[in-house]
């Protein structure tokens, strides 16, 4: 009698357990669902100041952090820095920014900070061990990239974006 009070128990309890892990994510997910649109919600207000009428017409809004600009072209958000830096010290301050230096993969972006009259590190460097050119984001420069870039020097070992200034050596 005791065991089968016990096992009744038991089994109640499991039933408990199952039925509170169940109401428990469906909660978690009706938080989540609700989260998202309170986002969603957010970045309406602060990209579009609340107008209803911008909502649907493909404007695109991007946040970016303090201090970063948004040049109005796709999702990214960019940096410029008034300090002078060589491109160790600039790729080691983009990393804290869980970011990385430019990336010019597309001739686009390329024309984009050709309207900048200011020199630029980009996150691209020579590779002893692998003899060549990668981005930083470890993806090799094709060579249609490299006919963008025609001064690439293995000495110098990172690419930039030269206008009208002193070069600095890498490290």
């Known amino acids: 009698m005791g065991l089968m009070t016990l096992a009744i128990l038991f089994s109640k309890g499991s039933k408990d357990y199952r039925t509170q892990i169940r109401d428990l994510n469906m909660t978690k997910n009706d938080l989540h669902a609700n989260f998202s649109k309170i986002l969603q919600a957010i970045g309406n207000q602060l990209c579009l100041g609340g107008r209803k009428d911008l909502q649907n017409n493909d404007l695109n809004c991007v946040l970016c952090p303090t201090n970063w600009n948004w040049p109005g072209d796709g999702d990214m ?4 820095s008034t300090e002078q830096k060589t491109w160790q ?5 983009c990393s804290s920014q869980n970011s990385t230096l430019l990336l010019v993969k597309e001739m686009a972006k390329l ?6 009259p200011r020199t630029f590190w980009l996150g691209l460097s020579f590779r002893a061990d692998k003899k060549g050119w990668f981005w930083a984001d470890n993806t090799t420069v094709t060579e249609e990239q ?4 025609n001064h690439l020097q293995r000495s110098l070992l990172c690419g930039y974006i030269y206008h009208q200034c ?6």
Request: aromatic share 24%; glycine share 4%.
């Open 77 to 80: 958000c960019y940096y410029y």
């Open 89 to 93: 010290q600039s790729h080691g301050f």
């Open 111 to 116: 024309e984009l900070v050709k309207k900048f």
């Open 146 to 149: 490299k006919s963008w870039t």
């Open 166 to 171: 002193n070069i600095q050596p890498c490290m």
